[in-house]
Every structure is written in structure tokens, then in C-alpha cells.
């Protein structure tokens, strides 16, 4: 995670959407839908939502990956919530372009209000550390 990264959303004159991070386009982690959006709870707004947070942990799910429904990345983990929270509410307070950008420091800071992560193995069950145990 890099404390640096911008994530910055507007749309142009032609009311296509645009999402960069750092001024480079966002990778698309296309599991809801077949584009990103915000202002709404649906899902565009979750694809943006899982497509922020896949970059915030540095991590690369694919649709197709049975690692990805299993809990097996953070981001799924978090990506809902994370919509409802920010992605969706985007629209009602950004300007005409509806423009918007969140910093990887206020989402760090959201994140520290939410319940800690438990990693999932490939079957969906919880990891357990054993050294935890002892």
C-alpha cells in the first residue's frame, strides 16, 4: 500500500467516466459489471469500489477466480461496504463533471474503523496462524 496513491474520478464532455490513480488509468476488476461508475449503489459503483481497494492492496483478482468469491482478497472482503460508504454518495458531492478523488491515507483511515480482515483458504474456511494458538 502506498500512501501516496490519488484515486481521482471525473467525466468528460462526452459523459464518459474516467478513474486514475495517480494520473494513470485504474485497472478495471470487472466482477459486477462491464463498467466502473459512482453516485449509485448498483453495480458499476461496486465494480469501482473492488477496482480502488484491488489497488489500495496491491492485489490483481481476476473474475473468473474461485479465490476471489472465497474471501481470499481483501478488497472482495471490503468493496461493498466501501461502496456504500464512499462510491455511491460520489455524485451528490461533486460539481457538474461530477468529479471526485479519495487519498490511500483516507481510505487507511476508513479502514481502521472496520472489522479486521480474516484471510479465507481456497475453500472459503478461515486461515488459522498457529502460532496465534500458542
Not at 485497472?27 to 462491464?34: K, L, N
Not at 477466480?65 to 478488497?75: A, I, P, V
Amino acid at each position: 500500500m502506498s500512501a501516496k496513491k490519488v484515486y481521482r474520478g471525473w467525466m468528460d464532455a462526452n459523459r464518459t467516466r474516467h478513474i486514475t490513480v495517480n494520473g494513470r488509468p485504474l485497472r478495471h476488476v470487472d466482477y459486477h459489471s462491464e463498467e466502473m461508475a459512482w453516485g449509485y449503489g448498483g453495480s458499476g459503483a461496486a465494480d469501482t469500489a473492488l477496482s480502488i481497494l484491488a489497488n489500495y492492496f496491491n492485489e490483481r483478482p481476476r473474475r473468473t477466480s474461485k479465490r476471489l468469491f472465497n474471501g481470499e482478497y481483501k478488497c472482495w472482503h471490503y468493496h461493498q461496504d466501501f461502496k456504500r460508504e464512499f462510491v455511491a454518495g460520489w455524485r451528490a458531492k461533486a460539481g457538474d463533471d461530477e468529479s471526485w478523488q479519495i487519498s490511500a491515507d483516507e481510505i487507511a483511515a476508513w479502514l481502521e474503523t472496520q472489522p479486521a480482515y480474516e484471510p479465507l483458504d481456497r475453500y472459503g474456511r478461515t486461515v488459522i496462524n498457529f502460532q496465534d494458538l500458542f
